[in-house]
């Protein structure tokens, strides 16, 4: 493997995305929506200002849920049905570069952009609300970033998959709005009607496990078990073992998200 | 300098060897079994119409598809082995694409930046490639604004990099203007006289035929004929046309005269009489029209172009 046919490609999906300002559309839609959160957000209780880093967090969490995936997926769909349907998939591939290399570089780069927009969006809130906020709330909002990249990098990972596997972009960005969908809202439904219509006896202990299979839950689990002010608002505390909920292991777990679908893509792009 | 050229020593040598190739699509044979060898330092042309298999063929030897049977070597090396040959001999291969598509956002030297970075090479030649094809003067727009011609030379420009000793280009002067077609073969021409082995593709035989040193004519997935100019017209020994001038009230004389001779067809036309005949009755047929004396207004000659050769192949 040359890492230096790595950064090539990585370089170029980056900066590409730098020049036509989608990191810039994207990190200002992170700022605009975190800002309207922290300040609005408590309007409707009859007072406007920022309100606590929790529960700020908290309604982040639930924005962020719907639109980093949908971000990611956007991202990532078409990195290689769109070079191969445009026909530039062929050059590249004549030149002293693996396959491997040029998927790893594809995915470095969209990664970075993402994960720059992600950081710079919300970053600059933080920046924002730093006044407001002792050093645990900071870590807790530390936390919350770092988790919305993780979750973006596994959607991306989710995304470039499918790109490798689908025969042309319309049927790719079908196949990404459908992921989204599942992911973000049927898995969630499916799980909870199994629980209702089962009465609970079935899947309830399993259920935490079940959740770990998916990406979003596991950002949701992650933030929430991070805060112990909004453990219990959710109910979830009493299902979820806290052997499970150690950040350091969420944490692989979402690793595991991106490793694998890339692997999978890697396989099947190998020819 | 020159005679230090790594590639110069090669000349001769089989640089592309392929045997027993095939690539079949389902029940579409692309390539359907063939064999070639080109030597270093040649320059060779693949000539075939629409859909013969030329661009699978390059796609093969690229290492771009898997090979459905048979074997390719490139400077000895099996394409598709993988391993530490595999970038090694990408370096040393140049390949423009039928169709070539680039980056629209990036200029021509951003473009050529990318690619010279992915062979490994220096970007600092990068001006000079594209003042070879003669882009310079739009090095810094994007290729969004390029034309087709422009296009077709930065793709040929990118093929240039990190001077390859074997160049695939697939329809090279596709898009081209007539000027422009000139300059590429000239540089085809100096790239030779350096040692560098180079494969185009083409439907238009009139256009390669003078300039190539051998070319093979594929039809239907397989070389129908590979050979020098001269040697396939030689070889295939195509039949002589005569355009013999008379007035239409002395067609049935020329008819009379030719009768007892080995001629093909003949075919009466406006104002003349096109006869076909083999080459070994080609005196002959002079004899016999010399005969008619005064009714003979003008005879001319045409001899097979490698045109004829070619369809001959492709029907
Ligand atoms: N990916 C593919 N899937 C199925 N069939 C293919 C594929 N690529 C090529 N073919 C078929 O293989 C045959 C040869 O195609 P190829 O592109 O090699 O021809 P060509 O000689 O380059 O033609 P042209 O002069 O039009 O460029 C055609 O019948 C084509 O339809
Ligand atoms: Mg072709």
Same mark, same amino acid.
Request: charged share 20%; aromatic share 10%.
């Given at each position: 493997?040359?890492?230096?046919?790595?950064?090539?490609?990585?370089?170029?999906? !980056?900066?590409?995305?730098?020049?036509?300002?989608?990191?810039?559309?994207?990190?200002?839609?992170?700022?605009?929506?975190?800002?309207?959160?922290?300040?609005?957000?408590?309007?409707?209780?009859? %007072?406007?200002?920022?309100?606590?880093?929790?529960?700020?967090?908290?309604?982040?969490?639930?924005?962020?849920?719907?639109?980093?995936?949908?971000? #990611?997926?956007?991202?990532?769909?078409?990195?290689?049905?769109?070079?191969?349907?445009?026909?530039?998939?062929?050059?590249?591939?004549?030149?002293?570069?693996?396959?491997?290399?040029?998927?790893?570089?594809?995915?470095?780069?969209?990664?970075?952009?993402? =994960? !720059?927009?992600?950081? #710079?969006?919300?970053?600059?809130?933080?920046?924002?609300?730093? %006044?407001?906020?002792?050093?645990?709330?900071?870590?807790?909002? +530390?936390? !919350?970033?770092?988790?919305?990249?993780?979750?973006?990098?596994?959607?991306?990972?989710?995304?470039?998959?499918?790109?490798?596997?689908?025969?042309?972009?319309?049927?790719?960005?079908?196949?990404?709005? #459908?992921?989204?969908?599942?992911?973000?809202?049927?898995?969630?439904?499916?799980?909870?009607?199994?629980?209702?219509?089962?009465?609970?006896?079935?899947?309830?202990?399993?259920?935490?496990?079940?959740?770990?299979?998916?990406?979003?839950?596991?950002?949701?689990?992650?933030?929430? +078990? =991070?805060?112990?002010?909004?453990?219990?608002?959710?109910?979830?505390? =009493?299902?979820?073992?806290? =052997?499970? %909920?150690?950040?350091?292991?969420?944490?692989?777990?979402?690793?595991?998200?991106?490793?694998?679908?890339?692997?999978? %893509?890697?396989?099947?792009?190998?020819? | 300098?020159?005679?230090?050229?790594?590639?110069?020593?090669?000349?001769?040598?089989?640089?592309?060897?392929?045997?027993?190739?095939?690539?079949?699509?389902?029940?579409?044979?692309?390539?359907?079994?063939?064999?070639?060898?080109?030597?270093?330092?040649?320059?060779?042309?693949?000539? $075939?119409?629409?859909?013969?298999?030329?661009?699978?063929?390059?796609?093969?030897?690229?290492?771009?598809?898997?090979?459905?049977?048979?074997?390719?070597?490139?400077?000895?090396?099996?394409?598709?082995?993988?391993?530490?040959?595999?970038?090694?001999?990408?370096?040393?291969?140049?390949?423009?694409?039928?169709?070539?598509?680039?980056?629209?956002?990036? *200029?021509?030297?951003?473009?050529?930046?990318?690619?010279?970075?992915?062979?490994?090479?220096?970007?600092?030649?990068?001006?000079?490639?594209?003042?070879?094809?003669?882009?310079?003067?739009?090095?810094?727009?994007?290729?969004?604004?390029?034309?087709? $011609?422009?296009?077709?030379?930065?793709?040929?420009?990118?093929?240039?990099? $990190?001077?390859?000793?074997?160049?695939?280009?697939?329809?090279?002067?596709?898009?081209?203007?007539?000027?422009?077609?000139?300059?590429?073969?000239?540089?085809?021409?100096?790239?030779?006289?350096?040692?560098?082995? *180079?494969?185009?593709?083409?439907?238009?035989?009139?256009?390669?035929?003078?300039?190539?040193?051998?070319?093979?004519?594929?039809?239907? $997935?397989?070389?129908?004929?590979?050979?020098?100019?001269?040697?396939?017209?030689?070889?295939?020994?195509?039949?002589?046309?005569?355009?013999?001038?008379?007035?239409?009230?002395?067609?049935?004389?020329?008819?009379?005269?030719?009768?007892?001779?080995?001629?093909?067809?003949?075919?009466?036309?406006?104002?003349?009489?096109?006869?076909?005949?083999?080459?070994?009755?080609?005196?002959?047929?002079?004899?016999?029209?010399?005969?008619?004396?005064?009714?003979?207004?003008?005879?001319?000659?045409?001899?097979?172009?490698?045109?004829?050769?070619?369809?001959?192949?492709?029907?």
């Amino acid at each position: 493997m040359e890492f230096s046919q790595i950064t090539t490609i990585a370089g170029k999906e !980056f900066w590409d995305r730098i020049r036509n300002r989608w990191v810039l559309a994207v990190a200002l839609v992170f700022t605009v929506f975190a800002l309207s959160i922290a300040y609005f957000g408590s309007a409707q209780q009859g %007072a406007v200002g920022f309100r606590s880093i929790e529960v700020t967090i908290a309604s982040l969490v639930s924005l962020v849920i719907y639109l980093i995936p949908l971000i #990611a997926l956007l991202l990532g769909f078409d990195a290689i049905v769109g070079e191969r349907e445009r026909g530039s998939l062929d050059l590249l591939l004549s030149m002293p570069i693996t396959r491997f290399e040029l998927l790893l570089g594809k995915y470095l780069g969209l990664a970075g952009a993402l =994960t !720059f927009s992600t950081i #710079a969006g919300f970053g600059l809130v933080g920046i924002v609300l730093s %006044a407001q906020l002792d050093l645990n709330a900071l870590f807790h909002y +530390f936390g !919350f970033m770092l988790s919305s990249v993780l979750l973006g990098c596994a959607f991306l990972s989710l995304a470039v998959m499918l790109s490798v596997f689908a025969s042309d972009r319309t049927r790719a960005s079908g196949l990404a709005i #459908a992921l989204w969908f599942f992911f973000v809202l049927i898995f969630d439904l499916l799980v909870l009607g199994v629980l209702v219509v089962t009465g609970g006896q079935w899947g309830g202990e399993a259920l935490p496990y079940v959740m770990l299979l998916n990406p979003a839950d596991v950002f949701r689990i992650l933030n929430i +078990f =991070t805060l112990e002010d909004v453990r219990t608002l959710y109910g979830l505390a =009493t299902v979820f073992p806290a =052997t499970l %909920a150690q950040p350091w292991l969420l944490g692989l777990v979402m690793a595991g998200w991106i490793a694998a679908p890339l692997a999978i %893509a890697a396989w099947r792009f190998r020819r | 300098m020159a005679d230090t050229s790594p590639a110069l020593n090669e000349a001769g040598k089989a640089m592309i060897v392929a045997r027993g190739v095939r690539k079949h699509f389902g029940a579409i044979h692309a390539v359907d079994g063939v064999d070639l060898d080109i030597r270093g330092g040649e320059l060779f042309g693949l000539i $075939g119409h629409n859909g013969a298999g030329k661009s699978t063929l390059f796609k093969m030897m690229l290492g771009l598809i898997p090979i459905t049977a048979g074997e390719i070597r490139i400077d000895g090396a099996p394409v598709g082995a993988g391993g530490g040959s595999f970038r090694a001999v990408r370096r040393k291969v140049g390949y423009l694409p039928e169709n070539v598509v680039l980056y629209d956002n990036l *200029t021509g030297l951003e473009t050529l930046d990318f690619f010279a970075r992915l062979k490994g090479v220096s970007p600092a030649d990068n001006m000079r490639v594209l003042e070879r094809v003669g882009l310079v003067h739009a090095a810094r727009r994007r290729v969004r604004e390029y034309s087709k $011609g422009m296009r077709q030379r930065l793709g040929f420009a990118q093929a240039l990099l $990190g001077r390859p000793r074997i160049l695939f280009l697939d329809e090279p002067t596709n898009g081209l203007d007539p000027e422009a077609i000139r300059g590429f073969y000239a540089i085809l021409r100096q790239l030779r006289s350096e040692g560098v082995t *180079t494969v185009i593709t083409s439907h238009i035989l009139a256009e390669i035929q003078e300039r190539v040193d051998r070319l093979a004519i594929m039809a239907a $997935g397989k070389v129908q004929a590979v050979g020098t100019v001269a040697g396939l017209r030689e070889r295939m020994d195509l039949p002589l046309w005569f355009d013999v001038r008379v007035a239409p009230a002395d067609f049935e004389a020329v008819r009379a005269v030719l009768g007892h001779l080995p001629v093909g067809a003949v075919e009466a036309h406006d104002d003349h009489v096109a006869v076909q005949c083999a080459r070994e009755s080609k005196m002959a047929v002079i004899a016999a029209l010399a005969s008619l004396d005064g009714k003979v207004l003008d005879l001319s000659v045409r001899e097979p172009s490698l045109e004829d050769v070619f369809f001959g192949f492709s029907d």
